[in-house]
């Protein structure tokens, strides 16, 4: 056999992978294998038993298309790349969650699924809604909620919110977070599954949830509508708006849909409404819609039959699963709670044996304080008995002080009635010496007006003589000889009359000028001693204050006690000796 005439060998296998919601998985598949058994694969390695909602979806040019189960993988339209990919998604959804999902992983696969579409804002939904749901899925994620672990920040990398609904409020990241924690924080004591399952119970209330949209004409004029295929019905929207349908056919109504190349026609039961007919340009769109509508018809009239054996069986060890999972639930919850109370219960016993170990240090501390002071206070009552005894030797010494300063203060009180004899009599002298003085000054007065009167009569004389010696004199020597020269005796005579006047004025001046400088004089010795009295008046206060300072302290000493001091009053005893200086400074 030559070399050219061998045919090259067909491979027996092709690769696929598989992309789940969570996983993605690798295949080794026969040629020969149809859709269904890869698909039955992948449902046995996901552990799926709820299989008529899901299918493998892969990529067509510019479209999308479901695997077909009852052909070839190989004789289908899968993009020729090695591996083949494909996505493992839910096809069909049903009406009501609750009911009718029963797995864990179905509703797990669905809760991904319908999360994705939210925040890829292909189901619209409100803000309030919107942060809603994420605190669900949060809740699923995280567990029940915790501020001790879940520190400010725990979702900064967590896709939450649709682009949409971020963009159109002003708000951060953390205010955000914020509102999402707050929803959160509420949803305690709510298990995985649970969040989950409120989470699809809340989504399948949106205007665009489980709807398929596809672009279609109306006629041929090309009306622009939409068609949306779920698990209601047939529904037309306009182009712009996707929540609000124009006009619905529900599958209840619709007797029989069929197309013939572009042209689609929805006959409704009741013969009596009209026949709606819209076109598609697309031959692969319109076989997509025509399996969507009978897959979500069959769906439809399988809800409302009784369901078959092997849904009942598997909605029955969900119930017990899910009792059973309640039950652990609410052991874990339990022992969770013994837990806490334990830990709760360590805490405490460690918090009051640290208080313990305190209070038994600072009782420590008090101890040696205390022995420290007892110790003080011995020697502290020491120094007090030496203090005493001090004080009561300080004691004697001063109440011998103070009968020295009675003895003191009676020879004191004996002088102070001395002096205020002196005074008395000093005062006597003074007002004697005042009379003396006035008596003197008008006896002066006197001897002045005297003296005057006598200068005056002299003058008068010695004019009286001058005259009469001038008039006589010519007379007697024109009628006679000349007389005999005046002895010299008359003359001495007069003389000496004239100054005997003359020396006694001069002695009555001397008389008085001696009699004043001797009043001055005494006037002067006089006020010496009425200052020198007064000095030692002034050093006799002084001297008495001392000693009742001195007495006052050494009393206090004695006693250990402030005692207030005794003020005796000198305003009686001293008003007399105070007026008698005022008069003495005076005079």
Known sequence: MSILGLKKKQPKTFKVKVITMDAEMEFSCEVKWKGKDLFDLVCRTVGLRETWFFGLRYTVKDTYAWLKPEKRVLDQEVPKDSPITFHFLAKFFPEKVEEELVQEITQHLFFLQVKKQILDEEIFCSPEASVLLASYAVQAKYGDYDPNFHKPGFLAQDELLPKRVLMQYQMTADMWE????AWYAEHRGIARDEAEMEYLKIAQDLEMYGVSYFAITQNKRDTDLLLGVDAQGLHIYSPNSKLNPN???????????????KEFTIKPLDKKK????????????????LQLCIGNHDLFMRRRKVDSIEVQQ????????KARKKMERQILAREKQMREEAERAKE????????LQDEARLANEALLRSEETADLLAEKAQIAEEEAKLLAHKAAEAEQER???EVTAMKTKEEKRLMEQKMREAEQLAVKLVEQSERRLKEADHLKQDLTEAKDAERRAKQKLLEITKTTYPLIAAYSTPPAPP??????????RLDFKDSDMKRLSMEIERERLEYMEKSKHLQDQLKELKSEIESLKLEEQQQQAGLYGLHSEARGYVQEPVYIPHSNRNSAYMSQMAFFEEV
């Open 247 to 261: 006009k619905s056919f529900p599958w209840s109504d619709i007797r029989n849909i069929s197309y013939s190349e």
């Open 487 to 496: 002895e010299a005796s008359d003359y001495e005579s007069a003389s000496t």
């Open 403 to 405: 009968q020295r300063l």
């Open 274 to 289: 009209d026949v709606f007919k819209f076109y598609s340009s697309q031959l692969r769109v319109n076989k997509l819609i």
């Open 348 to 355: 405490e016993m460690e918090r009051r044996l640290f208080q």
């Open 314 to 321: 598997m909605k029955a060890q969900a119930k017990e699963e």
């Open 178 to 181: 914020e509102k999402i924690t």
